[in-house]
C-alpha cells in the first residue's frame, strides 16, 4: 500500500503541477519580463516547491538531514536526464533552436556550486559563520549572481496575450496561491511516505532521497518540459530545467539554516555518487549549450545531427551510471 499512496501522492504533485505552471503561463502573457527570466526563475521556482518542502520536512519533521542531500542532487540529475531524453524524442525541434545566451551562465553557475559541495567532501570547505557552513551563504550569492544574468537577458521574449482567458491578474495569483499551498501538502505527503517505505525495505536515506524524492519531486519539471517542448518553446523548457537545478541548490541553504541539530552537508558513497554524475551530466549540458549556441550542432547533414544526438544520449548516461553504481 506504501507504494500505491507514493504513486497517488506523485500523481496529484504533477496535476497540481501542471495547474500552477498554467498560471504562471498566463502572468507571462500579461508581463513584459524575458522568456529566460519567466522560464528560469519563476516557473523554475514553481515547479521546484516539491524540492522545497520535502527537504524541509526531511530536517525539521524526520529529523534526516542526509536525505536532503540525496533529495537536491538527486532532483538535478534526474532533471538534465529528463532533457537530454525529451531532446531526443523531440529531436526536430532542438535541431532548429539556438538556445539563449543566459542558459550557459545558469550551467556554469551550477557548475560552481557542484564545486562547492565538492570542496565540501574534500573536508576543504568547513568553515562556519553565525553557526552555519559558510557554503550556504556561497550558494546564495551564487544564486543571486545567476538570477542578475537572467533578468539581464533579452534573448528569448515574453509571449504575446492571446486573450484564451478572462482572468484577472488577481484572480490568476489567487489561484496560484491556492495551487502552491496544495502542493507543499503534498510534497510533506511525499516525504513521509519515503520515510516509511526507507524504514521497511532498508534502502538508505539517500538512495530513497534520490529515487522516490528525486524522481517525485521532478515530476513537475518533466511534465512542464514535455508540454513546453510540444508547443516548440525549447528555449523555456531549457529554462525551466536548468534555472530548477539553480534554485534546487538554494534548497540545501535554506534546510542547512532550519536544521538547528548540526549540518546537511553530509555525504555518503550514494551522495558522493550522486555528485560526481550530476557533475558529469551538467558538464555535458554546458558543451551542448555552447555548441548549439556556436551553430555547430545546426550544421547540415550528418556531423551536425550524430554531435547532437552523442551530447543528447552523454546526457542520459550519468543517471544510469548512478543507478548500477548505488543498486
Excluded at 82 to 89: D, E, G, K, V, Y
Aim: charged share 10%.
Amino acid at each position: 500500500m506504501l507504494f500505491v499512496y507514493y504513486a497517488v501522492a506523485a500523481l496529484l504533485v504533477i496535476v497540481l503541477s501542471m495547474k500552477l505552471s498554467y498560471h504562471v503561463d498566463m502572468l507571462d502573457k500579461k508581463t513584459d519580463l524575458s522568456g529566460a527570466f519567466l522560464g528560469g526563475v519563476m516557473l523554475a521556482a514553481v515547479t521546484s516547491l516539491p524540492e522545497l518542502f520535502t527537504s524541509i520536512s526531511s530536517v525539521v519533521f524526520l529529523n534526516i538531514p542526509e536525505m536532503v542531500v540525496g533529495n537536491i542532487l538527486g532532483s538535478n540529475l534526474f532533471n538534465i536526464t529528463s532533457l537530454s531524453a525529451i531532446s531526443l524524442i523531440g529531436f526536430r525541434t532542438v535541431m532548429h533552436t539556438q538556445v539563449a545566451r543566459s542558459h550557459s551562465n545558469t550551467v556554469v553557475f551550477s557548475l560552481l556550486m557542484y564545486g562547492l559541495l565538492t570542496l565540501v567532501v574534500l573536508d576543504l570547505c568547513h568553515i562556519y559563520f553565525a553557526g552555519f557552513n559558510i557554503a550556504s551563504f556561497l550558494i546564495i550569492v551564487l544564486y543571486a549572481l545567476g538570477v542578475r544574468s537572467l533578468s539581464t537577458d533579452m534573448d528569448v521574449a515574453g509571449s504575446e496575450d492571446d486573450g484564451h482567458s478572462d482572468m484577472t491578474v488577481q484572480q490568476i495569483l489567487l489561484h496560484f496561491v491556492l495551487c502552491s499551498v496544495l502542493l507543499v501538502v503534498m510534497s510533506v505527503a511525499i516525504t513521509l511516505i519515503t520515510d516509511r517505505i526507507n524504514e521497511r525495505y532498508q534502502l538508505g536515506a539517500s538512495f530513497a532521497g534520490a529515487v522516490f524524492l528525486g524522481v517525485a519531486t521532478s515530476l513537475p519539471e518533466l511534465v512542464s518540459t514535455i508540454q513546453l517542448i510540444r508547443l516548440n518553446n525549447y528555449n523555456a523548457a531549457c529554462g525551466n530545467i536548468l534555472g530548477s537545478n539553480l534554485f534546487n541548490f538554494i534548497i540545501m541553504s535554506i534546510s542547512d539554516f532550519l536544521y538547528s541539530s548540526g549540518t546537511i552537508y553530509i555525504f555518503d558513497y550514494q551522495s558522493c555518487v550522486l555528485l560526481g554524475c550530476g557533475v558529469a551530466a551538467t558538464i555535458t549540458m554546458m558543451a551542448f549549450v555552447m555548441l548549439n549556441r556556436r551553430g555547430m550542432i545546426h550544421r547540415p547533414g550528418k556531423v551536425g545531427t550524430l554531435l547532437n544526438l552523442l551530447l543528447l544520449l552523454l546526457g542520459v548516461a550519468p543517471y544510469a551510471a548512478f543507478l548500477l553504481l548505488t543498486m
